[in-house]
């Protein structure tokens, strides 16, 4: 006489998920994007005074609708009163509605938060430090002669002549970058596969020069020189350092950013304004953002103001 089994049920799916709504937030992310949102949600963490993220946003969910958002207009008028950027506010909220958002889809709460963000004049200055500040950074990496030169100056190539975001050059492998094709493969901000981007002369030779000495391993493209991290790929707030000595050196702000913008606004000068082709070179998915880059390179107000002036 054979002996039932008894088996016990595999959990739904959903309710695995309800349960960690936050991974399922993070999952599928680049690790620079989670690496982002886990900064963002630690700030809220820290406010709520919980002991991790998730706790934090488990918290927020348990509560009524009405009190969700009270604490969610309360952390941002706490963050405006402590002097934070709007930009820095509103991409905090932003992290907290879409991982309640995702809550909602797979049913922990029943509704969304609707506190808004602060209202701000984004792209106020979409004109970097100019070609000018790029070159005078660049001709001071080249004057080292070193590795280090070498790898700043191929990451300032790449951040000006291709307009590259910061983590589009540091998430770049020694296998994403094609000598005879003179380019380079990228994962672009919002993209979920690569595409090539090609590469003028000089930020081909600048790179290859940095590969004579970095070694044609495999591995990240771009590698830290420091004793303590060598070899290890290039974080983020390293290359906002080297960007932001740089130009202290010569006198003036820069930011990696800084230098796409300037990319972008030297493509507007350079081709009278023809902002469907740089559309092509800066990858904006919107071209509605380039004709903010287009206007404060032409200053038309200004021009106009200028025709009508008393």
């Known amino acids: 006489m054979s002996t039932a089994i008894e088996i016990a049920p595999i959990a739904p799916l959903a ?15 680049s690790a620079a994007t ?3 949102y886990r900064q963002d949600l630690g700030a809220f963490a820290s406010f709520a005074k919980a002991e991790s993220i998730e706790a934090a946003c488990a918290w927020l969910v348990s509560l009524p609708h009405g009190d969700a958002n009270a604490i969610a207009l309360y952390w941002r008028n706490a963050m405006i009163e402590s002097g934070l950027s709007p930009a820095t ?9 879409s991982v309640v958002k995702v809550a909602r889809t797979i049913g922990v709460v029943s509704w969304s938060l609707e506190v808004e963000g602060v209202k701000s004049a984004k792209y106020r200055d979409t004109r970097g430090c100019g070609r000018e500040g790029v070159v005078a950074m660049l001709a ?8 280090k030169g070498a790898r700043d ?5 790449l951040l000006f002549s291709c307009a590259l975001r910061r983590n589009e050059v540091l998430s770049l492998d020694v296998v994403h970058f094609d000598a005879k094709r003179s ?16 590469l003028p002369s000089s930020a081909k030779v600048a790179v290859e020069a940095w590969l004579s000495l970095r070694g044609a391993d495999e591995g990240p493209l771009f590698v830290s020189l420091d004793p303590a991290t060598r070899g290890h790929r290039l974080s983020a ?14 006198g003036f702000d820069a930011r990696p950013h800084g230098l796409r913008h300037a990319a972008i606004t ?4 350079k081709t009278n304004g023809n902002v469907r082709a740089v559309q092509r070179f800066s990858r904006h998915r919107d071209v509605n953002v380039l004709t903010k880059y287009d206007d404060n390179r032409s200053d038309l107000g200004g021009q106009i103001a200028a025709l009508v002036a008393l």
Do not use: C
């Not at 001071?140 to 590795?147: P, W």
């Not at 100056?153 to 190539?157: I, K, N």
């Not at 919002?190 to 090609?198: I, L, M, P, S």
């Open 153 to 157: 100056a191929a990451m300032l190539h």
């Open 89 to 97: 506010v509103n991409r905090r909220l932003a992290a907290l509605r």
């Open 15 to 29: 309710v695995v998920a309800r349960q960690s709504f936050v991974e399922a937030f993070l999952s599928g992310r």
């Open 266 to 269: 030297e493509a507007l000068e």
């Open 140 to 147: 001071r990496v080249e004057a080292r002669g070193d590795a």
């Open 34 to 36: 989670v690496a982002a």
């Open 237 to 250: 707030p390293a290359l906002y350092k080297i960007v932001r000595v740089l130009g202290a050196a010569e």
């Open 183 to 198: 380019a380079v493969s990228i994962k672009g901000k919002g993209r979920t596969e690569r595409e090539w981007v090609t």
